[in-house]
């Protein structure tokens, strides 16, 4: 099966023969649909994400990897309901952000990309400079000058350029985008190739399950690539006759910056008028997403849903996994307080097999989580 990069607004295709980060418009692209594998196209000797190749969407025999994925799937009873905590903490950054750029930079390595950009507000330009290093490949980040130092000092110790940005995030993909023409922009956001490393947790889900699809995944949701990546994965196993439904996705969001929770209780396809203030879920502090109707799409066809959460919410959720041994920076906490909202609703049943995504660890945010706490570093 040939596959290519797709303008999914007007069906346009590209070949994958040259990088590319966006459409002629400047529209973002996917990939064309892939048929999905089965689990004897799973290479078990690999201990990492690479154990999936045979899913992706172009082969390299030099992937940049070191062993990202096969990450722990962890029983815990929260607010009264057994659920599974997907601990994407445990990858070399810190965060399920490497998950995609070692399939991105992978690819764009073989396609003779040897200097990125990428604009971050941590996690993906912690995870985009870790795997540029690895791979021999230069980096260039941008991240708004209100970024965690833990974040930016972890970009700085893998040798990229680190730019800070003044302004809201939006700010700083402005001026990724206005950068681009003079370095290949390799973002997160726009990329599909980072997407088709996020789809690997779907498929990892599904192996971690005994090759079975979750009933609920709850996602803590900024620019939605978990999101989309866990409707790729597992719209690939289904299409391969290896599910035989799609679990239901939930995206959390904080009040102060949650554009798809509030278009999505809204009913709207667009965005709505806010006032963004900050939060300390900063990973998910996207005022403008890029993939807003794709987010929106999945979060309705899968009758999944989005919550918004409190900063207080938000808190207590980071505190109260941290009192049970998981130590997570407060975006990924946003999964746990989100499954209290969706249990009160009646959204989520206790008896249902669901899984919480928590995306990155609570090294990344210890000063936030110091004052939570009432004390001084």
């Not at 070692?102 to 870790?130: C, I, P, R, W, Y």
């Not at 959390?252 to 667009?270: K, M, R, V, W």
């Not at 041994?325 to 990924?332: C, F, K, L, R």
Request: charged content about 20%.
């Amino acid at each position: 099966m040939s596959i290519a990069y797709l303008d999914p607004s007007t069906g346009q295709t590209f070949p994958l023969d040259r990088p590319r980060w966006c459409g002629p418009d400047r529209a973002p692209l996917l990939l064309t649909p892939l048929d999905g594998i089965g689990r004897a196209d799973i290479d078990t000797a690999t201990r990492s994400l690479w154990r999936y190749r045979a899913a992706l969407p172009m082969q390299t025999d030099a992937p940049i990897t070191m062993g990202e994925g096969c990450t722990p799937l962890i029983p815990r009873r929260i607010h009264g309901a057994d659920v599974h905590l997907k601990c994407e903490w445990f990858m070399p950054t810190g965060s399920f952000k490497d998950r995609g750029a070692s399939v991105m930079l992978s690819f764009l390595k073989a396609q003779g990309v040897t200097h990125v950009l990428e604009d971050s507000s941590g996690n993906g330009g912690a995870a985009v400079s870790a795997y540029a290093a690895a791979g021999g490949m230069r980096a260039t980040i941008m991240a708004p000058d209100s970024t965690s130092p833990a974040k930016t000092v972890q970009m700085r110790a893998h040798g990229a350029a680190v730019e800070l940005i003044p302004g809201n995030r939006q700010a700083t993909s402005d001026a990724a985008v206005a950068r681009s023409a003079e370095i290949f922009y390799a973002s997160h956001n726009w990329h599909p190739f980072f997407l088709h490393g996020t789809k690997t947790l779907a498929y990892e889900l599904w192996e971690d399950l005994g090759f079975r699809a979750p009933d609920n995944i709850v996602i803590p949701c900024g620019a939605g690539s978990n999101v989309l990546g866990c409707e790729i994965g597992f719209s690939e196993l289904l299409r391969a006759g290896q599910i035989d439904r799609m679990p239901r996705i939930f995206a959390a969001q904080p009040e102060n910056c949650g554009p798809i929770a509030a278009a999505f209780l809204a009913g709207s396809d667009t965005l709505l008028p806010a006032d963004i203030r900050p939060t300390i879920a900063e990973g998910t502090a996207i005022a403008q997403p890029l993939r807003l109707r794709a987010v929106l799409g999945v979060l309705r066809e899968t009758f999944g849903g989005a919550v918004h959460l409190s900063e207080a919410e938000i808190a207590r959720a980071t505190l109260d996994l941290a009192g049970m041994g998981i130590y997570v920076e407060p975006t990924a906490a946003q999964a746990a307080a989100a499954l209290a909202k969706l249990l009160g609703s009646g959204a989520i049943a206790p008896e249902q097999t669901t899984v919480l995504v928590l995306t990155g660890s609570g090294l990344k945010a210890t000063p936030r989580i110091a004052d939570l706490l009432g004390i001084g570093l």
